[in-house]
């Protein structure tokens, strides 16, 4: 006799929680085996690779699936695998190009920045998804600017002092690194402060891992704060249609949805690829807002574009491109107000 079986509704939001985390964790950490999976272990740029970097190599799998097999000049992987270049030292690059330390200890608090008068960065992830190798922040001492739940009051307290600050980034590591309980924690915080009418989340988590926008992150936007997240890509191969479904998931619940890149040698130093970018991007509903030029962190010079050759290529875009699909070209420099336009 066949009996009857109960079979219980799946929970949606646990199995969601579950996949980004679970790609979290497996993200690929040895060179040798990235170069496997793409189909490298035996070329040239395998002789290339350094198994031990300090800047250790993290890759999740949904972004190696973006990366074309047999290529040792995909534009992908060359923005994650640790090579040899890595330990020339080269004049005028440094571990803190932007003068972090400083602009910490001028509030006085872990994981707290305020370099912009009405806005603050608030450190809220101290890892990341990926490791991208140009990363201004590679030799940053996150062990000692690691701020926990604790130290909510004391960011708090900060506001209240600084009633002209109306905005609050959340930048680390990665801000999307930590799970929505805790992210919602944040946003029902920061309410608290009437002053603060926006906040604004840079992450680079929904380009390497799309599965992070679930249906609990996607409820933030229920805030009275206006939502804005900054994506961070750099080739349009980044944008699949995983990534497009996850922007238009969340331009349809109230996100407003910008780009920031960093023009990369090698990777996106040319008006074709720039160009298509930005065309995919709006096409996603996302804004091309800012072209970083590359911030001068040690270990990253072979990535770098002289000013006048990046002068000459935004020109070339701005002749291409509708304006409202070319990005600012900018330049953050230690100390000052705020960010420098190029051109």
Not at 157 to 176: A, F, K, Q, W
Not at 189 to 207: A, D, G, N, S
Not at 254 to 273: A, E, K, M, R, Y
Not at 317 to 324: D, M, P, S, V, W
């Amino acid at each position: 006799m066949i009996q009857n079986v109960q079979i219980l509704p799946r929970n949606e939001t646990h199995w969601q929680d579950n996949e980004w985390k679970k790609l979290l964790s497996g993200a690929i950490e040895s060179p040798k085996e990235l170069l496997s999976i793409l189909d490298l272990a035996d070329s040239e740029l395998a002789k290339q690779i350094d198994p031990n970097q300090k800047f250790s190599q993290r890759v999740p799998t949904p972004f190696i699936k973006k990366m074309e097999k047999g290529n040792p000049q995909d534009p992908l992987l060359l923005q994650v695998l640790p090579i040899q270049d890595e330990n020339i030292k080269t004049d005028g690059f440094v571990a803190d190009p932007l003068d972090e330390a400083s602009a910490l200890h001028k509030t006085g608090m872990s994981g707290l920045l305020h370099k912009y008068q009405s806005r603050v960065l608030f450190m809220l992830a101290t890892h990341c998804a990926v490791n991208c190798r140009y990363c201004f922040r590679r030799e940053f001492p996150y062990q000692e600017n690691r701020a926990s739940k604790s130290d909510w009051s004391k960011l708090g307290h900060y506001l209240s002092e600084h009633p002209e600050i109306n905005e609050v980034i959340i930048s680390g590591g990665d801000p999307l690194a930590v799970n929505d309980s805790y992210l919602t924690d944040f946003v029902r915080f920061i309410e608290r402060f009437p002053q603060v009418i926006r906040l604004r989340i840079h992450t680079r988590l929904p380009v390497v891992i799309p599965q992070r926008i679930t249906s609990s992150l996607l409820n933030l936007s229920q805030s009275r704060l206006q939502m804005v997240m900054v994506l961070h890509v750099n080739h349009p191969n980044e944008i699949d249609a995983k990534l497009i479904k996850a922007c238009q998931l969340l331009s349809d619940n109230g996100f407003h949805l910008l780009n920031q890149s960093v023009l990369l040698q090698g990777i996106n130093d040319n008006v074709d690829t720039l160009s298509k970018l930005s065309e995919k991007l709006f096409s996603a509903k996302v804004t091309p807002y800012y072209l970083h030029l590359l911030d001068q962190v040690q270990g990253a010079a072979h990535f770098n574009i002289e000013h006048d050759q990046a002068k000459s290529l935004y020109k070339n875009l701005q002749r291409r491109l509708a304006g409202f699909l070319v990005p600012k070209m900018v330049q953050e420099v230690a100390g000052e107000p705020n960010k420098t336009l190029i051109i």
